[in-house]
T-cell receptor, first 116, second 112 residues
Protein backbone atom coordinates (compact mmCIF):
# COMPACT_ATOMS: atom_id res chain seq x y z
CA UNK A 1 0.00 0.00 0.00
CA UNK A 2 0.79 3.74 0.00
CA UNK A 3 2.19 3.89 -3.52
CA UNK A 4 2.88 7.20 -5.20
CA UNK A 5 3.75 7.47 -8.87
CA UNK A 6 5.29 10.27 -10.88
CA UNK A 7 5.21 10.83 -14.58
CA UNK A 8 7.42 11.26 -16.46
CA UNK A 9 10.40 9.71 -14.69
CA UNK A 10 12.72 11.83 -16.79
CA UNK A 11 12.28 14.59 -19.33
CA UNK A 12 14.54 16.70 -21.51
CA UNK A 13 13.17 19.97 -22.80
CA UNK A 14 14.43 23.06 -24.55
CA UNK A 15 14.90 26.35 -22.80
CA UNK A 16 11.74 28.45 -22.87
CA UNK A 17 9.30 25.55 -23.01
CA UNK A 18 7.03 24.30 -20.25
CA UNK A 19 7.01 20.89 -18.64
CA UNK A 20 4.25 19.23 -16.62
CA UNK A 21 4.99 16.60 -13.99
CA UNK A 22 2.20 14.46 -12.54
CA UNK A 23 2.06 13.00 -9.05
CA UNK A 24 -0.54 10.35 -8.27
CA UNK A 25 -1.41 8.45 -5.12
CA UNK A 26 -2.36 5.04 -6.50
CA UNK A 27 -4.01 3.24 -3.59
CA UNK A 28 -5.01 5.98 -1.17
CA UNK A 29 -6.50 9.44 -1.07
CA UNK A 30 -4.10 12.23 -0.24
CA UNK A 31 -5.12 15.20 1.84
CA UNK A 32 -1.94 16.97 1.01
CA UNK A 33 0.83 16.58 -1.50
CA UNK A 34 4.24 18.17 -1.34
CA UNK A 35 6.67 19.09 -4.09
CA UNK A 36 10.39 18.98 -3.46
CA UNK A 37 13.49 19.74 -5.41
CA UNK A 38 16.72 17.90 -4.78
CA UNK A 39 20.26 18.67 -5.88
CA UNK A 40 22.94 15.98 -6.09
CA UNK A 41 24.03 14.61 -2.72
CA UNK A 42 21.76 17.02 -0.88
CA UNK A 43 18.59 16.73 1.14
CA UNK A 44 15.11 17.62 -0.03
CA UNK A 45 14.15 21.24 -0.50
CA UNK A 46 10.44 21.84 -0.04
CA UNK A 47 8.99 23.95 -2.82
CA UNK A 48 5.29 23.98 -2.06
CA UNK A 49 2.40 22.35 -0.24
CA UNK A 50 -0.55 21.35 -2.34
CA UNK A 51 -4.06 20.76 -0.98
CA UNK A 52 -6.92 19.45 -3.05
CA UNK A 53 -9.26 22.19 -4.20
CA UNK A 54 -7.22 25.10 -2.92
CA UNK A 55 -4.23 27.16 -3.96
CA UNK A 56 -0.81 25.80 -3.22
CA UNK A 57 1.31 27.32 -0.48
CA UNK A 58 4.79 28.14 -1.73
CA UNK A 59 7.95 28.25 0.34
CA UNK A 60 9.91 31.46 0.55
CA UNK A 61 11.98 32.05 -2.56
CA UNK A 62 9.95 29.76 -4.81
CA UNK A 63 8.32 31.60 -7.72
CA UNK A 64 4.66 30.61 -7.87
CA UNK A 65 4.27 31.90 -11.43
CA UNK A 66 7.13 29.74 -12.57
CA UNK A 67 6.20 26.57 -10.72
CA UNK A 68 2.47 26.16 -11.22
CA UNK A 69 0.80 23.60 -8.99
CA UNK A 70 -2.68 22.19 -9.54
CA UNK A 71 -4.23 19.69 -7.12
CA UNK A 72 -7.31 18.64 -9.06
CA UNK A 73 -8.35 15.63 -6.99
CA UNK A 74 -7.45 13.67 -3.88
CA UNK A 75 -5.16 11.48 -5.97
CA UNK A 76 -3.52 13.86 -8.42
CA UNK A 77 -1.30 16.91 -8.21
CA UNK A 78 0.65 18.44 -11.07
CA UNK A 79 3.69 20.68 -11.16
CA UNK A 80 4.27 22.72 -14.31
CA UNK A 81 7.64 24.33 -14.79
CA UNK A 82 6.94 27.27 -17.07
CA UNK A 83 9.48 28.87 -19.40
CA UNK A 84 12.11 26.45 -18.22
CA UNK A 85 15.75 27.46 -18.08
CA UNK A 86 18.88 25.34 -17.60
CA UNK A 87 19.03 26.34 -13.93
CA UNK A 88 15.67 24.61 -13.45
CA UNK A 89 17.34 21.31 -14.24
CA UNK A 90 16.97 19.17 -11.15
CA UNK A 91 15.38 16.12 -9.55
CA UNK A 92 11.77 16.88 -8.61
CA UNK A 93 10.04 14.65 -6.08
CA UNK A 94 6.48 14.67 -4.83
CA UNK A 95 5.06 13.13 -1.69
CA UNK A 96 1.58 12.50 -0.41
CA UNK A 97 0.02 12.31 3.03
CA UNK A 98 -2.83 9.85 3.37
CA UNK A 99 -6.20 11.30 4.32
CA UNK A 100 -6.75 10.86 8.04
CA UNK A 101 -3.18 9.97 9.04
CA UNK A 102 -1.67 13.41 9.32
CA UNK A 103 2.05 12.99 9.17
CA UNK A 104 3.65 10.18 7.19
CA UNK A 105 4.74 11.21 3.73
CA UNK A 106 4.98 8.68 0.92
CA UNK A 107 7.25 9.70 -1.89
CA UNK A 108 7.09 9.26 -5.61
CA UNK A 109 10.12 7.96 -7.52
CA UNK A 110 11.08 11.42 -8.72
CA UNK A 111 11.37 13.15 -12.09
CA UNK A 112 14.72 14.11 -13.56
CA UNK A 113 14.32 17.35 -15.55
CA UNK A 114 17.05 18.47 -17.89
CA UNK A 115 16.66 21.80 -19.67
CA UNK A 116 18.95 22.32 -22.65
CA UNK B 1 12.85 28.01 11.86
CA UNK B 2 12.86 24.42 12.99
CA UNK B 3 16.14 22.77 12.12
CA UNK B 4 17.11 19.15 12.15
CA UNK B 5 20.81 18.43 12.23
CA UNK B 6 22.04 15.07 11.11
CA UNK B 7 25.44 13.64 11.82
CA UNK B 8 27.63 12.46 10.38
CA UNK B 9 27.02 13.94 6.95
CA UNK B 10 29.05 11.23 5.22
CA UNK B 11 29.98 7.78 6.45
CA UNK B 12 32.01 5.13 4.67
CA UNK B 13 32.44 1.77 6.38
CA UNK B 14 33.29 -1.85 5.66
CA UNK B 15 30.68 -4.56 5.41
CA UNK B 16 29.96 -6.05 8.82
CA UNK B 17 30.63 -2.92 10.84
CA UNK B 18 28.08 -1.19 13.04
CA UNK B 19 27.11 2.46 12.75
CA UNK B 20 24.87 5.09 14.30
CA UNK B 21 23.35 8.13 12.65
CA UNK B 22 22.04 10.98 14.78
CA UNK B 23 19.27 13.48 14.23
CA UNK B 24 19.07 16.42 16.63
CA UNK B 25 16.88 19.47 17.04
CA UNK B 26 15.99 22.14 19.54
CA UNK B 27 12.32 21.66 18.63
CA UNK B 28 9.92 19.11 20.04
CA UNK B 29 8.29 17.00 17.35
CA UNK B 30 4.99 15.16 17.37
CA UNK B 31 6.50 12.45 15.25
CA UNK B 32 9.74 11.65 13.52
CA UNK B 33 10.31 9.62 10.40
CA UNK B 34 13.42 7.99 8.95
CA UNK B 35 13.73 7.52 5.21
CA UNK B 36 16.30 5.86 2.96
CA UNK B 37 16.90 7.09 -0.54
CA UNK B 38 18.89 5.47 -3.32
CA UNK B 39 20.33 7.52 -6.21
CA UNK B 40 17.72 8.48 -8.79
CA UNK B 41 14.81 7.31 -6.66
CA UNK B 42 12.43 8.80 -4.13
CA UNK B 43 12.88 8.35 -0.37
CA UNK B 44 11.35 5.22 1.14
CA UNK B 45 9.80 5.40 4.59
CA UNK B 46 11.59 3.14 7.08
CA UNK B 47 9.89 3.96 10.35
CA UNK B 48 7.79 6.48 12.27
CA UNK B 49 8.31 7.12 15.98
CA UNK B 50 5.85 9.14 18.01
CA UNK B 51 6.43 8.41 21.70
CA UNK B 52 9.36 9.81 23.69
CA UNK B 53 11.82 7.04 24.50
CA UNK B 54 10.32 4.75 21.86
CA UNK B 55 12.55 2.11 20.30
CA UNK B 56 11.66 0.34 17.07
CA UNK B 57 13.53 -2.42 15.32
CA UNK B 58 13.46 -3.28 11.66
CA UNK B 59 15.72 -6.30 11.10
CA UNK B 60 19.27 -4.92 11.59
CA UNK B 61 18.06 -1.34 12.03
CA UNK B 62 17.20 0.08 15.45
CA UNK B 63 15.49 3.45 15.75
CA UNK B 64 15.20 5.43 18.95
CA UNK B 65 13.22 8.57 19.71
CA UNK B 66 14.62 10.73 22.50
CA UNK B 67 12.68 11.08 25.74
CA UNK B 68 12.06 14.76 25.03
CA UNK B 69 11.12 14.05 21.40
CA UNK B 70 13.84 16.39 20.16
CA UNK B 71 16.29 13.84 18.82
CA UNK B 72 16.52 10.42 17.29
CA UNK B 73 19.11 7.86 16.32
CA UNK B 74 19.38 5.11 13.75
CA UNK B 75 21.70 2.22 14.51
CA UNK B 76 22.61 -0.36 11.90
CA UNK B 77 24.17 -3.63 12.98
CA UNK B 78 26.46 -5.58 10.66
CA UNK B 79 26.03 -3.20 7.74
CA UNK B 80 25.72 -4.65 4.26
CA UNK B 81 26.39 -3.06 0.84
CA UNK B 82 22.64 -3.00 0.30
CA UNK B 83 22.36 -0.50 3.17
CA UNK B 84 24.19 2.08 1.06
CA UNK B 85 22.12 5.19 0.50
CA UNK B 86 21.06 8.59 1.79
CA UNK B 87 19.35 8.44 5.16
CA UNK B 88 16.99 11.27 6.00
CA UNK B 89 15.22 12.08 9.23
CA UNK B 90 12.10 14.23 9.19
CA UNK B 91 10.25 15.78 12.09
CA UNK B 92 6.58 16.60 11.99
CA UNK B 93 4.04 18.58 13.97
CA UNK B 94 0.39 17.60 14.34
CA UNK B 95 -0.69 21.12 13.48
CA UNK B 96 1.21 21.21 10.20
CA UNK B 97 -0.97 18.90 8.14
CA UNK B 98 1.82 16.50 7.28
CA UNK B 99 4.49 19.10 6.57
CA UNK B 100 7.83 17.93 7.89
CA UNK B 101 11.23 19.40 8.51
CA UNK B 102 13.97 17.33 6.88
CA UNK B 103 17.50 16.89 8.06
CA UNK B 104 20.41 17.40 5.70
CA UNK B 105 20.87 13.68 5.33
CA UNK B 106 23.61 11.15 5.96
CA UNK B 107 25.22 9.51 2.95
CA UNK B 108 26.21 5.98 3.90
CA UNK B 109 28.54 3.85 1.81
CA UNK B 110 29.10 0.25 2.83
CA UNK B 111 32.04 -1.34 1.06
CA UNK B 112 32.07 -5.08 0.44
Amino acid sequence: GAVVSQHPSWVICKSGTSVKIECRSLDFQATTMFWYRQFPKQSLMLMATSNEGSKATYEQGVEKDKFLINHASLTLSTLTVTSAHPEDSSFYICSAVELGTGYEQYFGPGTRLTVT
Amino acid sequence: TQLLEQSPQFLSIQEGENLTVYCNSSSVFSSLQWYRQEPGEGPVLLVTVVTGGEVKKLKRLTFQFGDARKDSSLHITAAQPGDTGLYLCAGGFNTNAGKSTFGDGTTLTVKP
